[in-house]
């Protein structure tokens, strides 16, 4: 790895790339693929056509949207998925790499621009990277496409030297004919390979002949990561720059009343004061000066339909919604059994809160409109739907659009709204200089797009055994898409995410209904690490544990016996209980709780072990992980993934939950919306199940794990079953029993 | 961007930043974080939460780390050193070795304020202890959580 650029900013003239990437599509069977509903735009199968690298501007091979190789031989990864951390551009580098026969010592990866055609995704069907999809999605494409450039630079040696492609070798960049042992490199025949025909088909390499896919790998965007060169969307510094700080309308569907903006205007260094319905910007020289101008404003707000909303009325809506529900799954007539279980009947409600994102990078878009285009410096999730909807703002053609998109300071999920992004347009379409809109931390908090709020309830009837033998879960929800998608989500329609982790369970249970109630509200949603499955593995691994100690039975040993159809949840299952020292002796207030599920193609086993103290606070003493991700496309990035994620949601279960007052947010920044800190984090063992399965996603798997295993160990400690979240440590004290 | 020199009726005010000597014309009262990042182009230096909270902007101030959000320049006694030189220190640079070594980053936002944090933890007491490193270390927050890698990369560095 030699440079990390930022995204876009030496990308190809935009209709010259589109021929190449296009054709490169057919290449990997993109074209093929349904594009994103609300955003829909045919592939355009016209532009398909020879290879024409001259009117690409790169003087070399570019085969399609993902390889670079240029005469002087420079080897350019493109990596289509987001980094935000989790790794991928590494991933997937990997996963070009092995096929093309490339070290990643000899590459330099940048990140996809803007570019629906080219970099489509097959699970999300759009150009974005989220739900955990990225290397399921793009493990086959990707090698598919590093296979073929290297069949046309192998053919392209071969027709030099007159001999048969067979005959050819090929490692690190350099091609062989074994039988002379005359050599040629990549950059060498970069320019016949153009002329060489795109391979229908390719075949790919089986497990066991992987160089790269599998080994721990260098992450590829760490130097500059550790010297402070690397680039975010807020390190955006362009010619004629101005930068922005906003107030926001502080409730929910309020506007802007009235502004007295004189003694803003008044102060040195201070630009402009813009208007849009419900914000204000202040431009400044820099962001210091825009700040202080805000703070002068005189405003009025007219607080809007949603002045008197509470956390308890939120709540009460959810807990009374009474549509029809929509069923996630059904197996076997649940409803009867339940019904006829008399006092093998168990009931529970359990409820979760609104969560914030609170990526440490706090919202920021650099835009700048000009008559005949328009240049966006950010880091997204989904860069085409990001120039789509600023187009459409502007009233500019989409192709008119440059996303450059960056490095992302922490997405999980946040970045997958545009809602930021459209804010930026309406200021930025009315001043003519490139504007950088910066958010407080308040405002990423305060103006986040949330987790949704869920009630739930789940019923289970018990065998002779003890065991789950019908089994029905409803969950209460609003729905994401109604705040995402352009058309509203159709009444009746399930949202999968919604029942996510609860219409399939690990478990073997004769009779189950997962089903959904959907209640819309004022709050706008987002997903968030982990989605369906963060919220609906907490309620169905909770309350399996107690189904299994009302059973009288150890929780490990209760969900080994619904596993007899999943031998990987068992491995997994087996090996963090054996590693942690499940059953083993402990201090008073000490104990275990286990989490199992399989979400993302992945399969997880999480112990947190803890210690509860008499006034009722949580010491974390260890936490062990067990996981099969089939194929472990990275090692260190899994094991990255899964401590992270870990964390990222014992912080949520431990501290996080958004609420409202007045219809304004209450929590503001880090000293009441906490976080998890290095003091509090306790030792970690995770083991990685040898796997020749496909890969499985794990950006959100140890996210998923985290919530449930607490509340069990918590409970195993304490005697106290926490049904909502964040963890009430006053609950913890007063009924604590006693050590 | 904003040039060091201004037509704005504000002071000048002399800092040492990098073993560098700057005059800035800003107000007075601007937080350090943004003269780094707004005025100086220092954009390694990383805006988080601006109350402190979250140590995304630490710097060394004559060694020691501090919360340049809430710095105003016109209480700078001292230089300053940022995440862009602190690799010209014998501590900086043993840190982001054991970072690389350890891979420690995700998204990396944290990074430049855990480093600064953590040179200046080792630049004093070569071999923390946990209570040391937990003490040096839980006002910078990582919300991709990468302490455990945090913790070993103090360890080895």
């Known amino acids: 790895m030699k440079t990390y650029w930022a995204i876009g900013e030496n990308a190809l003239p935009d209709s010259a790339r589109r021929r190449f990437l296009t054709a490169g599509a057919l290449v990997v069977g993109f074209a093929f693929v349904r594009p994103l509903r609300a955003f829909e735009r045919e592939p355009d199968l016209a532009a398909v056509g020879a290879l024409d690298a001259a009117a690409t501007g790169f003087d070399g091979f570019v085969p399609d949207g993902f390889i670079r190789i240029s005469v002087d031989g420079r080897i350019v990864l493109v990596v289509p998925s987001v980094e935000m951390g989790q790794g991928i551009a590494t991933g997937e580098a990997m996963m070009i790499a092995e096929e093309l026969e490339v070290g990643l010592d000899q590459v330099e990866v940048e990140l996809a621009p803007a570019d629906q055609h080219a970099y489509t995704q097959s699970l999300l069907k759009a150009q974005a990277t989220g739900g955990s999809t990225s290397v399921r999605a793009f493990f086959i494409p990707l090698r598919q496409a590093g296979a073929a450039a290297r069949t046309m630079l192998i053919g392209a040696a071969a ?10 070798t090929v490692a690190r960049g350099v091609i062989t004919h074994q039988r002379t042992g005359r050599t040629l490199t990549y950059g060498a025949v970069a320019s016949a390979a153009r002329r060489q025909a795109v391979p229908g088909e390719v075949s790919l390499k089986p497990a066991s002949q992987f160089k790269l896919i599998g080994k721990p790998a260098k992450r590829v965007d760490t130097a500059a990561k550790v010297n402070g060169t690397a680039r975010f969307g807020i390190d955006t510094i362009v010619e004629g720059m101005r930068v922005a700080a906003i107030a926001m309308c502080p409730t929910i569907g309020g506007r802007l009343l009235s502004l007295d903006e004189r003694a803003s205007r008044a102060l040195p260094g201070v630009v402009d004061i813009l208007r849009i319905d419900d914000a204000i910007a202040v431009v400044g020289e820099n962001y210091w000066t825009a700040k202080r101008g805000l703070d002068l404003l005189k405003i009025e707000w007219d607080a809007g339909p949603h002045a008197t909303l509470t956390s308890a009325t939120l709540a009460e809506s959810l807990r009374s919604a009474d549509a029809t529900p929509i069923n996630g799954s059904l197996t076997g ?6 019904e006829e279980a008399g006092q093998r009947r168990i009931e529970a409600t359990y409820d979760l809160p609104y969560l914030a994102h609170a990526a440490l990078e706090p919202i920021n878009t650099t835009i700048h409109v000009r008559p005949d285009g328009c240049d966006i410096w950010v880091g997204t999730q989904v860069p085409e739907i990001a120039r789509i909807v600023a187009a459409e703002i502007i009233g500019l053609p989409p192709d008119k659009v440059i996303v450059r998109n960056h490095l992302i300071g922490g997405g999980f999920g946040r970045r ?12 930025g379409m009315q001043v003519g200089y490139p504007l950088k809109i910066i958010w407080t931390r308040e405002q990423d908090i305060q103006h986040d797009r949330f987790r949704p709020a869920y009630h739930d309830t789940i019923a289970a009837a018990l065998d002779s055994d003890g065991l789950p033998m019908a089994w029905i879960h409803r969950t209460r929800s609003g729905t994401v898409r109604s705040y995402y998608d352009r058309k509203p989500w159709p009444q009746g329609q399930l949202d999968g995410d919604a029942v ?6 690990p478990y073997a249970i004769p009779a189950l209904r997962s089903e959904w109630v959907r209640q819309d509200g004022p709050v706008a949603l987002n997903w968030w690490r982990g989605v369906g ?7 169905v691994e909770s309350f399996l544990d107690e189904l299994a100690h009302i059973a009288g039975q150890d929780p490990v040993a209760y969900r080994r016996a619904l596993l007899g159809n999943n031998p990987r949840s068992l491995a997994v299952l087996n090996k963090a209980a054996q590693a942690s020292g499940w059953g083993k002796p402990l201090p008073p207030r000490c104990a275990r709780g286990i989490s199992l599920h399989d979400s993302f193609g992945t399969h997880a086993a999480l112990v947190m072990e803890v210690e509860v103290d008499t006034q009722g606070e949580i010491r ?3 936490a062990t992980v067990a996981v099969d991700c089939g194929i472990a496309v990275n090692p260190n990035s899994v094991l990255a993934q899964i401590e992270g994620g870990v964390l990222f949601g014992l912080s949520a279960a431990l501290y996080n939950g958004i609420t409202f007052e007045g219809g304004r947010v209450q929590q503001s920044n880090f000293h009441d919306y906490r976080q998890i800190r290095i003091n509090e984090v306790p030792p970690f063992d995770v083991f990685v199940m040898p796997s020749d399965e496909k890969p499985g996603g794990l950006g959100e798997v140890g996210t998923v794990s985290a919530a449930p295993a607490l509340a069990n160990a918590i409970y195993a400690a304490t005697g106290v079953r926490l049904r909502a979240l964040p963890i009430d440590r006053n609950e913890l004290g007063e009924k604590g029993k006693q050590s | 961007m904003q040039s060091a020199k201004s037509s704005q009726p504000w002071p000048v005010t002399r800092l040492v930043i990098n073993g560098k000597t700057v ?11 943004w003269v780094l990042r707004d005025v100086l182009a220092l954009t390694g230096t990383k805006f988080g939460c601006g109350i402190g909270q979250c140590g995304a902007c630490t710097v060394h101030l004559d060694g020691n780390p501090v919360r340049s959000c809430v710095l105003p320049i016109s209480a700078i006694k001292g230089e300053i050193t940022t995440i862009e030189a602190i690799g010209e220190t014998t501590a900086g640079k043993r840190v982001q070795a054991a970072w690389l070594a350890l891979e420690v980053v995700q998204c990396g936002y944290c990074q ?10 080792i630049a004093r007491n070569p071999h923390p202890r946990d209570q040391d490193i937990d003490a040096a270390m839980s006002g910078n927050l990582c919300r991709c959580c990468t302490y455990p890698r945090i913790r070993a990369a103090i360890k080895v560095a």
């Open chain 1, 533 to 539: 499955e963060t919220h609906n593995v907490f309620v």
């Open chain 1, 333 to 338: 007539d649940p409803d009867r059994v339940i």
């Open chain 1, 416 to 427: 997958l709204a545009v809602d930021t992004i459209q804010q930026a347009a309406r200021f």
């Open chain 2, 23 to 33: 005059d800035v014309t800003v107000p007075a009262d601007m937080p350090l974080l």
């Open chain 2, 112 to 121: 430049s304020g855990q480093i600064m944090s953590a040179a200046a933890l």
């Open chain 1, 620 to 622: 974390l003493r260890r």
């Open chain 1, 500 to 505: 996510a982790g609860a219409k399939d369970l």
């Open chain 1, 159 to 168: 027709e030099r030297w007159r001999v048969s492609p067979a005959e050819c």
